[in-house]
């Protein structure tokens, strides 16, 4: 049996296979089994194609699927000429996940190695981008669909067997074109959306319907507090949150990415709009053998010690992960003062919603936190673990947390969310 097989079979664990790793192994083992499995899911890699031509939007739109605020620093920068064919195209790995978006010219742009004419010039560019190697496909326009854009999408359903979904970029400038800006006065902005749609419906297969997106990715400026913000446009004209829903459902679909890699995406894509944010945190309640729900194993198991002494690093280091899953920082929850002040702040907060033992945990977050105030705290969270949990957590007790801490960065993510 293969490495990967074995992993695949250590994943299928029943919980009678639980109850004997507990009784032979102690908690150590099934705490061990248990980040395993989580680190096998980590590692599985997810690889998204993003094909249009240069301008299209291709940068900006993986920008929004990274989580990145308009005014985020860093790559992939928007507006910035990649030269057209570069050979494997840019990969844009999401910071402490296995999910890679790669960045690929449009067919049939001016250079030779993008034709895909004939069958020879499929095969030439599928080997150039090595796109058998990809999961999910999003092409994308902002202008006229082309016979080469219509060809892609066959190959990509039919020589590849793999999904993909449509999205027509820049939909806010679409609408102020003379023709569709009359129709919009008269019949409102669905009626603009359902003509584009049904001529690109048209264009691709029909049975493809379901997969065009019509999105815009313009952000707006406010001011706030003297400072100016930017921020995507949210309106639900735009169908960003649509595209993402239809992503996601699409790789956790059954013949979709599989349940692994399905997950594995579902997990690592965090914030990025209301249906993702609920999507991570039911994958995260509902993960079958996840912290969440090993209680009940350990529960069932009468073992004298078992319940006792669970290591307080698994809440810590799960409680970041969440956090940061969720696109929080507890640094932002301490609001204003000292740094005393500031996680007092904090602490006061967390008690109300999530009770003693959470709050002192994820004061210790603040801890392992890198930043100038977090180092500020550290003597200050130090006092606080060592009066609020003392020596150790019961293991239950560390699946209610979790599962309280999974409650917390929900609601804080949707909060952020519909700030706007
Ligand atoms: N108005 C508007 N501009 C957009 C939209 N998406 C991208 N842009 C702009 O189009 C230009 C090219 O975008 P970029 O993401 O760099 O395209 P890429 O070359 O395909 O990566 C940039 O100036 C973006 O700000 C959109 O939905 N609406
Ligand atoms: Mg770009």
Redo the contacts with the bound molecule.
């Keep these: 049996m293969s490495d990967y097989q074995q992993q695949r079979q250590n994943i299928q664990l029943t919980e009678n296979d639980w109850r004997t790793l507990l009784r032979n192994g102690g908690i150590q083992a099934l705490i061990q089994k248990q980040k395993d499995i989580e680190n096998e899911y980590k590692n599985q890699p997810v690889l998204i194609a993003l094909i ?12 929004r699927f990274m989580g990145m605020s308009p005014d985020d620093e860093g790559e ?7 030269s057209e064919c570069t050979k494997e195209g840019r990969e844009y790995r999401k910071s402490g996940t296995s999910v890679v978006y790669v ?1 690929l010219p449009g067919v049939g742009s001016t250079t030779s190695s993008c034709a895909f004419t004939t069958p020879k010039e499929q095969i030439n560019y599928c080997k150039l981008y090595r796109l058998h190697t990809v999961d999910y496909f999003v092409l ?1 326009s ?1 202008n006229k669909f082309t016979e080469q854009d219509k060809r892609l999408a066959k190959y990509i359903t039919d020589e590849l067997k793999k999904k993909f979904v449509f999205v027509q ?5 679409l609408r102020l074109e003379g023709g569709n800006k009359l129709l919009e006065k008269r019949a409102g902005f669905d009626a603009v959306k359902a003509k584009i749609r049904e001529q690109l419906q048209t264009q691709l297969a029909a049975d493809n319907v379901h997969k065009i997106f019509l ?4 952000f707006i400026e406010s001011e706030s507090d003297g400072k100016t913000i930017y921020e995507y446009d949210q309106s639900p004209d735009y169908e960003f949150d649509r595209l993402w829903e239809a992503i996601q459902s699409d790789m956790i679909s059954e013949d979709g990415l599989g349940a692994e890699k399905g997950r594995a995406f579902v997990l690592a894509t965090g914030a990025v709009c209301e249906s993702a944010i609920r999507t991570a945190a039911n994958s995260l309640r509902k993960q079958k053998w996840g912290w969440a729900t090993l209680s009940g194993v350990i529960g069932a198991v009468p073992i004298p010690g078992v319940s006792i002494s669970c290591d307080i690093a698994i809440i810590v280091t799960k409680a970041t992960d969440y956090f940061f899953l969720f696109g929080l920082n507890p640094i932002n929850f301490m609001g204003p003062g000292t740094a005393k002040e500031k996680l007092t702040n904090l602490i006061q907060a967390l008690y109300a919603s999530l009770g003693v033992r959470a709050s002192a945990i994820l004061g210790t977050m603040l801890g392992i936190s890198a930043g100038e105030e977090s180092v500020k705290a550290v003597p200050v969270v130090g006092v606080a673990i060592g009066s609020f949990v003392g020596a150790g957590v019961s293991f239950a007790s560390t699946c209610v947390i979790l599962g309280q801490v999974i409650d917390f960065c929900e609601k804080e993510a949707l909060k952020l969310i519909h700030r706007n």
């Design positions: 249009g031509e240069a301008g299209c939007g291709k940068s900006t739109l993986i920008r992939p920068k928007i507006g910035e000429c990649v960045d994308l902002h970029t820049k939909i806010d400038l999105v815009s990715n313009q």
